[in-house]
């Protein structure tokens, strides 16, 4: 686990990006299953993780984002 760029390893940002289209003029229960388009509401929501390199902020990064979400998950206090 290395930066591409300056080659610093040990630790690295995690980036969590969430996008949501929120609609307010419409009734939060509709009466409508939850589950009646979750293709639709899927489409509203969308989130993405990325590692950044603390150093030289490339994100060109050797490092799966998804190991650093666990790892953070596993040593938060
Ligand atoms: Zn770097």
Redesign the pocket.
């Known amino acids: 686990m290395s930066?591409?760029?300056?080659?610093?390893a040990g630790s690295f940002v995690l980036l969590v990006d969430l996008a949501a289209l929120v609609t307010l003029d419409a009734p939060a229960n509709s009466g409508a299953s939850p589950d009646a388009e979750p293709d639709d509401r899927c489409r509203q929501r969308e989130w993405s993780l990325t590692a950044r390199?603390?150093?030289?902020?490339?994100t060109d990064?050797a490092v799966d984002a998804t190991t650093l979400l666990s790892r953070a998950a596993a040593t938060r206090s």
Do not use: E, L, Q, W
């Open positions: 930066c591409n760029n300056c080659g610093h390199c603390p150093a030289c902020d490339s990064v």
